[in-house]
């Protein structure tokens, strides 16, 4: 017997029935998110959770560690420079990096269009910050106007085990890894 039917065979034998879940355009979350769009992809209850991001052109993630989760990511499309620990890449679609927990991690979007990335976890950490700091988009043309309020993003950030811990990349630091990646 192989483990998947040993696995469904105990649920069923536990009283509970496992089945497919989905989610359909239009039936997902979505919030506005450090200036860019994050959309649950994942259905309530599903593992792992997978939350499709849309990162404009120029955006940039502070310094930061997940403390409880690694931090999948898939890149649908852009390029992304990232600096997880003692390394530096260049990300681009079709690109996959896995950030254990406890690393910090910075990333910035290159180019003049916004990447699109999977984040793939296996729990709901960073999608409780998204949810208590971000803001449901409602109307996806844009996100809110206004100045970010960093500081309670960042009390939010560490409350939900995303402490940051620095600020993001600079100009420079980005143009080395880009530079380094080119040859």
């Known amino acids: 017997m192989s483990e998947a039917t040993a696995t469904m065979r105990e649920g ?9 879940t989905r989610t359909a355009v239009g039936e997902v979350e ?3 998110f450090f200036g860019g769009l994050a959309v649950v992809r994942s259905p309530e209850g599903a593992r792992p ?15 930061h560690v997940h ?35 406890g690393v910090p991690q910075t ?5 003049d269009a916004p990447a699109v990335i999977l984040q793939i976890h296996a729990s709901e950490d ?3 910050f998204i949810r208590e700091a971000g803001t ?19 009390r939010s950030a ?15 630091e980005v143009a080395a890894i880009v530079a380094a990646a080119e040859h």
């Open 49 to 63: 959770i997978v939350i499709q991001t849309t990162l404009p052109p120029g955006g940039v993630a502070p310094l």
């Open 158 to 172: 560490a409350a939900t085990g995303q402490p940051v811990i620095g600020p993001p990349m600079g100009t420079d």
């Open 136 to 154: 449901p988009a409602t109307d996806r043309t844009g996100p809110p106007e206004g100045q970010l309020d960093y500081e309670a993003l960042y």
């Open 126 to 128: 960073f999608l409780n």
């Open 12 to 20: 069923a034998a536990r009283g509970t029935p496992r089945h497919a």
């Open 30 to 32: 979505a919030y506005w």
């Open 67 to 101: 403390t409880e989760l690694d931090d999948n990511i898939y890149v649908l499309s852009g390029r992304l420079a990232v600096r997880s620990g003692d390394r530096a890449f260049v990300l681009r679609a079709g690109d996959y990096v896995s950030e254990p927990a």
């Open 107 to 111: 990333l910035a979007v290159l180019d």
